[in-house]
């Protein structure tokens, strides 16, 4: 183990000092922006609150949203999945060039994640007039929210398992294949259960942007109320007709949903951390 | 850390190790597939569009004054947001870190939540905490000092952005400094601003870059936290991502790939600057 720092408790004026700046600038930079969505989805009762809930534009958006990251979720576990296996596992030449373009996403422009599929499937863009012919619609409709939702959110999962994957190494699984396991069995026996915290982690975060994506789905919404808008989209075409508590009251539900995140994340870190220990 | 494994007659190709592991060929295949679909293709896209009315095309959208106010109130405030960060970010780090007190776990926990909360959902918050009648604008109104709408929005909205990753990137080095160094200090009778400066900063000094740059490449980007408090007046509070969007709205798809251009170029740029930076620094530390 590595001699590391030891947490001592608060002591002389000092130490205060700089717990309260911190706990301070938390405190306006984070919990007040959290405060206050809270605060305003009921500062007119409970009742106008729940009722927000039963706005059907409401509820189809949370249907909406709840499909495209159901859609989206899955598919980019797979892919870090099969990106960690290649990566992790299997020396090759452009190794270090494939790490470089699967974290390449994470430095762009949400509004520009959703740019470049107009480029390629709106009306004016490279594949748009065949789209049309054919009677395909993808910008404006489910499947641009999901190619928007997915570019966002590609490496998230990926990131999570290849440096666990390279740490672990390659033993159990050369063991698993010497004793005469298949590739799906070994698998499913040895990998997934090795990476099941790493995993879920990724997959958590993964989520939880999906859940929320704005810029990139902005673009690529075409914001037809109880068609095209997921909750975020929602949330900003309610709050621009100055209905505050319909527009907080759906923000409270993404804020509750990153809350439950958090905490997920949280209790997935003591159980991989105490597993390790053990 | 290779496993290689003991394999009979010639590597399966020239421009990979041989591997007695299954599936490498369904696996990187489908990578590439996912990543040619969802990451290469689109990206070409953006690469190529700007340039449908010629370079001189590309120019006169970049160059166009509003534009470029744009361009500059997104970087400018991003850095501006990503410096407050490294500062504030550092004090976060080091008390989450090196102190035991009540909360701390909750506080810790608290720093991820700009990563898990959306972005719409900060934007109305700050617009209503930031606004004329919010709990901080109004107090700040009777300081004469005015943050919904103005440029100043842009900022304030960065600050949340930036800070999970100034302080996830100094954690893990504040808690590995090894203790002994300090100690040894104390005994040759360094003071605390001392230890700080010759023995903590040094070794901070590569995570406070890398964290900065995180934090100004993200915030330069950011589009759902901000537009709710900025206003958006052109030339004034309008940044470059909403520049994109309107110019979608109006159908001009050159114009927009042609500011997104811009912006991954400079964004480039600055991260190769960044970079550079934490090589220097480094050869120096070991020097």
């Given amino acids: ?109 949400p509004v520009i994640s959703g740019l470049v599929w107009v480029l390629l499937f709106g009306s004016r863009g490279w594949f748009g007039p065949e789209l049309d012919a054919a009677g395909i619609k993808i910008v404006f409709a489910l499947p641009g929210l999901v190619l928007g939702t997915i570019l966002v959110t590609v490496p998230l999962v990926a990131r999570q398992l290849i440096p666990l994957m390279i740490e672990q190494g390659a033993d159990e699984e050369l063991a698993a294949v010497t004793l005469g396991s298949g590739g799906w069995t070994m698998l499913r026996k040895v990998t997934l259960p090795n990476v099941r915290y790493a995993l879920l982690h990724g997959v958590l975060l993964t989520n939880a942007r999906a859940m929320g994506e704005f810029g990139a789905v902005s673009v690529l919404s075409g914001h037809i109320r109880g068609l095209t808008e997921t909750l975020p989209l929602h949330v900003e075409a309610v709050y621009n007709d100055y209905d505050f508590v319909g527009a907080f009251a759906a923000a409270s539900l993404l804020a509750g949903l990153a809350i439950v995140t958090l905490i997920a994340k949280a209790a997935l870190e003591r159980t991989a951390m105490a597993r390790t220990a053990s | 850390m290779v496993a290689l494994a003991p394999t009979a007659g010639p590597p399966s190709a020239p421009w990979r190790e041989p591997s007695a592991l299954p599936g490498f060929s369904l696996a990187f295949g489908f990578t590439l597939f996912y990543l040619g679909l969802m990451v290469v293709l689109p990206l070409a896209a953006l690469a190529a569009k700007p340039w449908e009315h010629g370079v001189a095309g590309f120019f006169e959208v970049v160059t166009a004054p509003r534009t470029l106010a744009a361009l500059r109130l997104s970087f400018l405030a991003a850095a501006a947001a990503a410096a407050a960060n490294v500062a504030l970010g550092l004090l976060t780090a080091w008390v989450l ?137 052109p030339m004034v509070s309008e940044i470059a991502p909403l520049v994109i969007v309107t110019k979608l709205e109006g159908y001009d798809y050159a114009g927009a790939a042609a500011v997104g251009v811009a912006m991954v170029v400079i964004s480039m740029v600055a991260l190769a600057v960044t970079n550079g930076a934490q090589i220097a620094l480094a050869r120096r530390t070991r020097r």
């Fill in chain 1, 1 to 109: 183990m590595i001699a590391g720092a030891v947490r001592r408790p608060l002591s002389g004026p000092g130490p205060w000092l700089l717990a309260a700046g911190a706990l301070a600038w938390l405190a306006l930079v984070i919990g007040a922006p959290l405060a206050v969505v809270f605060a305003q989805a009921v500062a007119k009762g409970v009742g106008p609150f729940l009722d927000a809930f039963k706005d059907p534009d409401c509820q189809a958006a949370i249907r909406l949203t709840l499909l495209v990251a159901a859609i989206a979720v899955p598919l980019n576990a797979a892919f870090g999945l099969a990106a960690a296996w290649s990566i992790a596992r299997f020396e090759f030449r452009g190794r270090a060039f494939l790490l470089t373009l699967i974290d390449l996403p994470l430095s762009l422009s």
């Fill in chain 2, 97 to 233: 870190s090196r102190y035991d007190f009540p909360g701390r776990r909750i506080a810790d926990a608290l720093v991820d939540l700009p990563f898990a909360l959306p972005t719409a959902v900060a934007g109305i918050a700050l617009a209503a905490l930031y606004g004329p009648n919010g709990w901080i604008g109004e107090a700040l109104a009777h300081l004469g000092v005015k943050v919904a709408y103005t440029p100043l929005g842009v900022f304030v909205a960065l600050l949340a952005v930036g800070l999970p990753f100034v302080v996830r990137t100094l954690q893990p080095v504040l808690e590995d400094l090894d203790a002994a160094w300090e100690e040894a200090a104390v005994t040759l009778g360094a003071g605390r601003w001392t230890i700080f400066a010759r023995i903590i900063a040094p070794v901070l000094a590569p995570a406070l870059i890398a964290g900065f740059a995180l934090a100004f490449a993200r915030g330069a980007g950011e589009y759902g936290s901000v537009i709710f408090i900025a206003g958006n007046m």
